[in-house]
């Protein structure tokens, strides 16, 4: 492939990974290319004024499908976005949605800034202006087009572009549903922040439940004392880390940041370096680890399972020789690009790919929106009734044996779902659905030789077929 002497921008790596799954498949060339054409994509710049000096901002929203409504992904605001990332993260937002089951087309978003260098007030102003920007140029709303956080966002700038948009329609009685990731008292749902990071070990069990997998990969079966490494500990490699180390007795040897990298062979306990992030600001000066300013060397530790979970093209042609873990979570989206995840698959290096691994996030958004919509808790109407039900069953079990149950299956069968069980039980059947897709896929075709190549060809069915139910061509 003409591809080989210079590096590929993150959208053109995205669609040769599509083009190798598009090969395995008969689909029309015309399609092929629908599928792959993102529809729209607006730049908007706008003038803040800071610190009584007006400040120009520049910000993009990509729409790369919308054969579903709204379409769905986040918005990021960092120092390095354009629109080839934008159109790229929205493309993946299009498969990542179809893979698991969520009734969206793809979108993404993001701001050229660096928001540590303002203060809240100035990120609340530039928040709703660039809100403002989209909203009315048709790029936001509850029924088209639907941001949540990434990169540089959270609960606080998804609760300023609810408001600024109640205020633009207050007509609109699903105004809520706007955006998703809102904080839980203004329209948010219960387990929605920890959503992706949990999907992530979601994904990871599910895999370690499947032994012909985890024999391919070369692994010994069995999460439990496995050597895990991972890359940011933000938002999704936080909870990824830290359920692994605290729920399922993994080992984390190393935790790489922007500033370098964590290493103790006897594991490091996530909480404390979570800890130590929020009262220093780095992970540096950690007393339990060894630290290395060098980074990047983190990614190249001997260990078992790598989450990527900072951002895109951490994993290169540079690198990806030295690579020597035996399977790949990607918690990030694109932190693998086409020529590494080439050479790693020659490697024989098992990658699970993000449009999977971190679906976890649009699941639970998907949950938020529909909540929004139905103006109602999930859990509200039944919980009761069920914990009343579990309390007669307890009564005709011991009525029946004649003997008194134990104190825990009282507890077990009386107990009604609420909420956060609900939603965890959502994700966790979305998580486990969609593995199975992948690897039946995998199989169905000698000419498909990886999760990558599997999980697209699972998207780009499922797309075809919501073009051909519409009667698109
Ligand atoms: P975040 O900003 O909360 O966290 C990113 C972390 O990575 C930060 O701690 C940052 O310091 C660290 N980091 C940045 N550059 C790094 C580098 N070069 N080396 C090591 N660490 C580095 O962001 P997030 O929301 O956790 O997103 C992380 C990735 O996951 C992104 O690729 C994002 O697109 C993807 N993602 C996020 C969500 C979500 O719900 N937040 C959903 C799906 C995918």
Known sequence: MGHNNKTLSFSESVNFMVDRALSVLDIDQGIAAAIKTCNSTIKVSFPVEINGKIEVFTGWRSVHSDHRLPSKGGIRFASIVDEDEVEALASLMTYKCAIVDVPFGGSKGGLLIEPSKYTRDDMQRITRRFARELIRKGF???????????????????????DTYRHLHPEDINYLGCVTGKPVAHGGI?????????????????????????????????????????????????????????????????????????????????????????EHGTIKGFPDAKFSEDGASGLEIECDILIPAAMEAQITKKNA??????????????????????????????????????????????????????????????????????????QALESLTGKQSE?????????????????????????????????????????????????????????????????VY
């Open 190 to 278: 219960r387990g929605r922040t920890e959503a992706t990071g949990r999907g992530v070990v979601y994904a990871i069990r599910e895999f370690f439940r499947h032994a012909d997998d985890v024999e391919a990969a070369g692994l010994k079966p069995g999460l439990g004392g496995k050597r895990i490494v991972v890359q940011g500990l933000g938002n999704v490699g936080y909870y990824a880390a830290a359920l692994l180390d605290e729920e399922d007795d993994c080992k984390v040897i190393a935790i790489i940041e922007r500033d370098g990298v964590l290493i103790n062979d006897d594991g490091i306990c996530v909480e404390d370096v979570r800890q130590h992030i929020n």
């Open 140 to 162: 936001l709303s509850p029924a088209t087009n639907v941001p949540a956080p990434d990169m540089g966002t959270g609960e606080r700038e998804m609760a300023w572009i609810t």
């Open 407 to 471: 104190e825990w299956m009282q507890k077990e069968l009386i107990y009604g779902a609420d909420e956060l069980d609900l939603v965890r039980s959502g994700l966790d059947d979305t998580m486990r659905n969609s593995y199975q897709q992948l690897k039946e896929a995998y199989h169905s075709s000698d000419k498909i030789t990886d999760f990558r190549t599997a999980s697209y060809v699972v998207a780009i069915k499922k797309i075809v077929r919501s073009y051909i139910d519409i009667g």
């Open 321 to 394: 020789e030295n690579i020597k873990a035996k399977v790949i979570f990607e918690a990030a989206n694109g932190p693998v690009t086409f020529e590494a995840d080439d050479i790693l698959r020659h490697r024989g290096v098992t990658i699970i790919p993000d449009a999977y691994v971190n679906a976890g996030g649009v699941t639970v958004s998907y949950f938020e929106w529909v909540r929004n919509l139905a103006h109602i808790r999930f859990g509200r109407m039944e919980r009761r009734h069920d914990e009343m039900r579990g309390a007669k069953m307890v």
